[in-house]
């Protein structure tokens, strides 16, 4: 028996089939769920995939935000179920107050699509059991609004309790496309709530897991390997 | 509403001496003429609303008619088309039950009216032309032109294109996979935005733009319907009809690339249910142009009721609405019984969808307005039968003395010292620099089957993860060949998209292309644009690659000054398994780097005597398309049995440019020796077509030797990949640092 992961598809969502290839190359059953619906087809983990969501109108996730699914997320990974948001997904996830912090508009003001280099900084939550802590990964990286900000307290309280699960790395010069790519306080590229159920990060691991393809790394993989592992074993 | 009394057909006929705006809507008198002649009438207001925009030149090509027809007659013996010149975009079968549809077409004016809106648009019309014959798109490429690089006003251009496209295509979820950005003064005031887009689809799912079966249901489906884009109708609306009502509304369309992600996934479901008989995506001339040509293509007549059109303005005229051109629109003719499920599948996805007429028994398009018949035409007489023009050509009086001011003689680097200072200088100057700042605006990673991508030869995208089957895409244009002689220039370009789709491993198999020049009422512009069609058509036929549709954009010029004749050529190929493409960075130190065909002294056009010497004469390098069809064999061979780890084309700047950009993308150096009977400065930049350099591994250099010795391929072994400096032995070393820093801070220095 394998895990039933399922992504959701929001009017403007454009990684949902990504995600569920990854989600097959790992070795788990994708499952489709769809904004209007509630249900969430006793799914053992969700992804909110990358994408426009209602074309980033008003403010990137914000309409999602309140789409009948999420009501349902919502309440689930409260009580444990793990989900994970990409770019919009995090964005979403922030929206949605399951992660503390936003994203603001990138501080050069220009979409940005690269190979970017992270750290793991926590490898101990549900999608992120498969690296090692400190693990240094390639990961594509496009956006616009993906600069994650929060007040002290929270950037204080996210480092003291290692909360911070992803960071931007330089690579000597960042002139050379890497470093903190937008302008992200403490050089934040993903985070993850106490408990560790719910990941959010702006990269795109779902775009680094085949080698011929995208990146032509697939550093992307453990997110999905971790969870299966996880819900395999549970 | 009107004042003045509705012109219906009745009125018009009634009333034969009213006087139309027919100028001011751009017809000429002759023209007019002829539509009262088809009429047998004056044409009411509506009806020349749409004669007037079907039979402009973006609409008609009535001045480029005459010669693109070549691209039917010269069309190569090919089984590979499935569909073509003539529908919204070409189809082509790549094997596997797969086809593939891919076009390129112009924004250039809109652009510079409105750099963002116009480029945005600007995909997103073509990305409708690819849904209209019923495959998902899968990935854009944007060929670009502008002015100066340094001049005040690229400024303001370049971005707001770049950030349009990017906008629009990474909201729409399309990879971008390739294109060119190119500056020349001549492009000042005249920025070329060309884009294009592939899609892919079953055999069996190609729609057409035809309405047949009467009975069955017009449905407008996508966005409100506003006031954007109606340049001349608002003429119409205001001049004659109702002079009171305020009428100044955007010239250039604004796009919602939110409402056309909807719009794609909305069709594609349609499609799947097979719920569609005919489609047609309003673009240029709107509603006149979808009406008219999916009844003229069809078996039958339509009746089209005005007043069910969802408008975002309730004040605009008939006219208006039937020239507008707001964008996120498609028309789709839907069995009676099936109607409702189309229905369904829009609300699914909150898509407006609005039945607004049938397909009828006759054959008159007949269209309604608040009860009175408002247009009685045969839609035939709109969408096909507009004027034609043999208009006059020459060529130009300065063409000898332009091809007599040989590039040969320019001042030659007298050491190698300043040899490596050209060197440099070329790999930094605006058109030979790194576009990275431009390409990571785009997203290239999205959908997941990205294989290459910019700055690639050609963009390769797998269409089937099972068997890794894959299609590869380039496009390329050099408007100073062309200039320098239009005819070698067009073929120059073909030469280097197929030579591109080679160099990844792909097999070429057809050509688009968009066509951008000056104006065709200057018989000089219209020998250029004579000369490259007839060229192109010339090589297509050579090579075997039809041509399966393009873009013809007249009209680029302010005042005296034409543009370069720029033909921009895209060529589509497919490739058995992407695992074997060859990629342009070098891969492992120690591979021989082999030069393939043969060097002349070629430098009319080309980038040295750009940068170097700001000069522009002489001829362009040789054509030999016999010569480009066997490299091309030799390196999908090549690729196909693992004998090259990477390869790159060369084309502008020459060796040394193709040399550096591999290291740069590799991080790895070169060492390389000068070939004996060249010497140095012809080695590094020549501009001689028909050439590749290829990095191959130790273990494979007999095996490759043999190959081109047995099919006659000159080949001559120039160095090996190795250090990290590119040193061209007893000449000068140039370390990767300061290449990349040369190559890579020009253009954020420049634009950011």
């Given at each position: 028996m394998t895990a039933r992961i399922g992504v959701v598809t929001f009017p403007g969502s454009l990684d949902d089939r990504d995600t569920q290839r990854a989600i097959r190359l790992a070795g788990a059953e994708p499952v489709a769920l769809w904004h209007k619906d509630k249900n969430l087809h006793q799914v053992d983990a969700v992804v909110l995939p990358g994408g426009f969501s209602y074309g980033d109108y008003l403010r990137a996730g914000a309409i999602s935000r309140f789409s009948p699914v999420m009501e349902t997320v919502i309440e689930q990974a409260k009580a444990g179920l793990p989900v994970l948001g990409i770019c919009n997904g995090f964005q979403i996830l922030t929206e949605a107050h399951l992660l503390p912090g936003g994203m603001l508009g990138n501080d050069h003001l220009h979409f940005i699509c690269r190979d970017q280099k992270l750290r793991v900084e926590n490898a101990d939550t549900a999608w992120t059991a498969d690296y090692e802590s400190g693990q240094e990964i390639h990961i594509p990286l496009k956006n616009m609004d993906g600069r994650y900000v929060a007040d002290e307290y929270t950037l204080d309280k996210l480092e003291a309790e290692g909360r911070v699960a992803f960071r931007y790395v330089a690579r000597g010069e960042a002139a050379h496309g890497y470093g903190n790519p937008n302008g992200s306080l403490r050089d934040i590229a993903g985070i993850t709530n106490e408990a560790g159920n719910v990941v959010g990060l702006m990269p795109h691991p779902e775009h680094a897991v085949e080698p011929l393809i995208g990146s032509g790394r697939t550093d992307g993989l453990p997110f999905f390997t971790s969870i299966l592992k996880k819900l395999v074993n549970a | 509403m009107s004042r003045t009394p509705l012109d219906t057909v009745e009125h018009a006929a009634a009333t034969p001496d009213v006087e139309l705006p027919w100028a001011e809507l751009g017809l000429k008198k002759d023209e007019y003429e002829r539509v009262v002649e088809i009429l047998g009438r004056r044409p009411t207001g509506a009806e020349l609303a749409m004669y007037s925009v079907m039979w402009s030149e973006h609409c008609s090509y009535k001045s480029s008619k005459v010669h693109l027809r070549q691209f039917g007659e010269k069309a190569p013996q090919s089984d590979a088309l499935l569909v073509g010149i003539g529908e919204n975009a070409g189809v082509v079968d790549v094997g596997q039950g797969y086809a593939v549809t891919f076009k390129v077409e112009?924004?250039?004016?809109?652009?510079?009216?409105?750099?963002?809106?116009?480029?945005?648009?600007?995909?997103?019309?073509?990305?409708?032309?690819?849904?209209?014959?019923?495959?998902?798109?899968?990935?854009?490429?944007?060929?670009?032109?502008?002015?100066?690089?340094?001049?005040?006003?690229?400024?303001?251009?370049?971005?707001?294109?770049?950030?349009?496209?990017?906008?629009?295509?990474?909201?729409?979820?399309?990879?971008?996979?390739?294109?060119?950005?190119?500056?020349?003064?001549?492009?000042?005031?005249?920025?070329?935005?060309?884009?294009?887009?592939?899609?892919?689809?079953?055999?069996?799912?190609?729609?057409?733009?035809?309405?047949?079966?009467?009975?069955?249901?017009?449905?407008?489906?996508?966005?409100?319907?506003?006031?954007?884009?109606?340049?001349?109708?608002?003429?119409?609306?205001?001049?004659?009809?109702?002079?009171?009502?305020?009428?100044?509304?955007?010239?250039?369309?604004?796009?919602?690339?939110?409402?056309?992600?909807?719009?794609?996934?909305?069709?594609?479901?349609?499609?799947?249910?097979?719920?569609?008989?005919?489609?047609?995506?309003?673009?240029?001339?709107?509603?006149?142009?979808?009406?008219?040509?999916?009844?003229?293509?069809?078996?039958?007549?339509?009746?089209?009721?005005?007043?069910?059109?969802?408008?975002?303005?309730?004040?605009?005229?008939?006219?208006?609405?039937?020239?507008?051109?707001?964008?996120?629109?498609?028309?789709?003719?839907?069995?009676?019984?099936?109607?409702?499920?189309?229905?369904?599948?829009?609300?699914?996805?909150?898509?407006?969808?609005?039945?607004?007429?049938?397909?009828?028994?006759?054959?008159?398009?007949?269209?309604?307005?608040?009860?009175?018949?408002?247009?009685?035409?045969?839609?035939?007489?709109?969408?096909?039968?507009?004027?034609?023009?043999?208009?006059?050509?020459?060529?130009?009086?300065?063409?000898?003395?332009?091809?007599?001011?040989?590039?040969?003689?320019?001042?030659?680097?007298?050491?190698?010292?300043?040899?490596?200072?050209?060197?440099?200088?070329?790999?930094?100057?605006?058109?030979?620099?790194?576009?990275?700042?431009?390409?990571?605006?785009?997203?290239?990673?999205?959908?997941?089957?990205?294989?290459?991508?910019?700055?690639?030869?050609?963009?390769?995208?797998?269409?089937?993860?099972?068997?890794?089957?894959?299609?590869?895409?380039?496009?390329?244009?050099?408007?100073?060949?062309?200039?320098?002689?239009?005819?070698?220039?067009?073929?120059?370009?073909?030469?280097?998209?197929?030579?591109?789709?080679?160099?990844?491993?792909?097999?070429?198999?057809?050509?688009?292309?968009?066509?951008?020049?000056?104006?065709?009422?200057?018989?000089?512009?219209?020998?250029?644009?004579?000369?490259?069609?007839?060229?192109?058509?010339?090589?297509?036929?050579?090579?075997?690659?039809?041509?399966?549709?393009?873009?013809?954009?007249?009209?680029?010029?302010?005042?005296?000054?034409?543009?370069?004749?720029?033909?921009?050529?895209?060529?589509?190929?497919?490739?058995?398994?992407?695992?074997?493409?060859?990629?342009?960075?070098?891969?492992?130190?120690?591979?021989?780097?082999?030069?393939?065909?043969?060097?002349?002294?070629?430098?009319?056009?080309?980038?040295?005597?750009?940068?170097?010497?700001?000069?522009?004469?002489?001829?362009?390098?040789?054509?030999?398309?016999?010569?480009?069809r066997l490299l091309g064999e030799i390196l999908i061979s090549a690729s196909r049995d693992g004998m090259i780890d990477s390869a790159h084309d060369l084309s502008d700047g020459g060796l040394i440019q193709a040399v550096v950009e591999s290291a740069l993308l590799g991080e790895k150096g070169a060492r390389l020796v000068v070939p004996d009977g060249l010497d140095a400065f012809t080695f590094l930049f020549s501009e001689s077509a028909g050439r590749a350099v290829v990095a191959v591994p130790r273990s494979e250099e007999l095996r490759f030797n043999d190959m081109c010795g047995a099919r006659g391929l000159p080949v001559t072994r120039i160095g090996v990949v190795d250090g990290d400096s590119v040193d061209v032995q007893g000449e000068f070393a140039l370390s990767l640092e300061e290449l990349r820093e040369a190559h890579e801070a020009t253009i954020p220095a420049l634009l950011a």
């Open positions: - | 112009s924004h250039n004016h809109p652009s510079y009216v409105e750099p963002y809106q116009g480029a945005a648009t600007g995909v997103g019309g073509i990305v409708r032309d690819i849904i209209a014959m019923g495959a998902r798109p899968v990935a854009v490429v944007d060929p670009l032109r502008f002015g100066a690089a340094d001049h005040p006003d690229t400024k303001r251009v370049l971005p707001g294109v770049v950030a349009g496209i990017g906008g629009y295509g990474n909201c729409l979820g399309l990879p971008n996979i390739g294109g060119e950005v190119v500056f020349d003064a001549c492009y000042q005031g005249n920025p070329l935005v060309n884009a294009g887009a592939i899609g892919v689809m079953r055999h069996e799912d190609i729609h057409l733009a035809k309405a047949s079966g009467s009975g069955n249901k017009v449905i407008l489906y996508g966005a409100r319907t506003g006031g954007d884009g109606i340049g001349g109708a608002s003429i119409l609306a205001s001049e004659t009809f109702d002079d009171a009502k305020p009428s100044k509304r955007p010239a250039v369309q604004v796009g919602d690339p939110f409402q056309e992600k909807l719009l794609i996934e909305c069709t594609l479901e349609a499609f799947k249910e097979k719920l569609v008989v005919g489609i047609q995506d309003l673009g240029a001339a709107g509603l006149s142009c979808a009406t008219s040509e999916l009844a003229s293509n069809g078996s039958g007549g339509m009746r089209v009721t005005l007043d069910d059109v969802p408008l975002r303005d309730s004040t605009l005229s008939p006219e208006e609405i039937l020239m507008s051109e707001s964008q996120e629109r498609m028309c789709a003719v839907v069995e009676p019984e099936k109607v409702d499920r189309f229905l369904e599948i829009c609300d699914k996805w909150d898509v407006i969808a609005t039945v607004i007429g049938e397909v009828t028994d006759g054959d008159r398009l007949e269209i309604y307005w608040h009860g009175g018949k408002i247009v009685d035409v045969d839609p035939r007489t709109v969408a096909h039968d507009g004027p034609v023009y043999e208009r006059p050509y020459a060529r130009p009086q300065w063409q000898d003395a332009l091809q007599a001011d040989d590039a040969g003689k320019l001042a030659r680097p007298a050491s190698p010292a300043e040899l490596k200072d050209q060197v440099r200088k070329l790999v930094a100057s605006p058109n030979q620099a790194s576009k990275k700042w431009i390409t990571s605006q785009y997203d290239h990673f999205v959908q997941g089957n990205t294989v290459l991508a910019q700055p690639e030869d050609s963009g390769m995208i797998r269409i089937d993860e099972e068997s890794g089957l894959g299609v590869a895409i380039a496009t390329d244009g050099n408007g100073r060949y062309a200039k320098l002689d239009p005819y070698a220039g067009a073929q120059l370009a073909l030469a280097e998209a197929y030579r591109n789709v080679a160099t990844t491993g792909a097999k070429p198999l057809a050509v688009s292309d968009c066509l951008n020049f000056g104006s065709p009422e200057d018989p000089a512009v219209m020998w250029q644009f004579a000369e490259a069609i007839r060229g192109l058509a010339d090589a297509c036929q050579q090579l075997g690659t039809p041509v399966t549709g393009g873009n013809v954009s007249l009209y680029n010029q302010t005042g005296e000054a034409a543009i370069h004749p720029t033909p921009v050529v895209a060529v589509l190929g497919v490739i058995d398994d992407v695992a074997r493409r060859t990629p342009v960075a070098f891969q492992e130190e120690g591979q021989l780097l082999y030069l393939l065909g043969d060097t002349r002294e070629e430098f009319g056009g080309s980038a040295w005597s750009q940068v170097v010497h700001d000069h522009l004469g002489g001829l362009p390098p040789k054509v030999d398309l016999e010569r480009e």
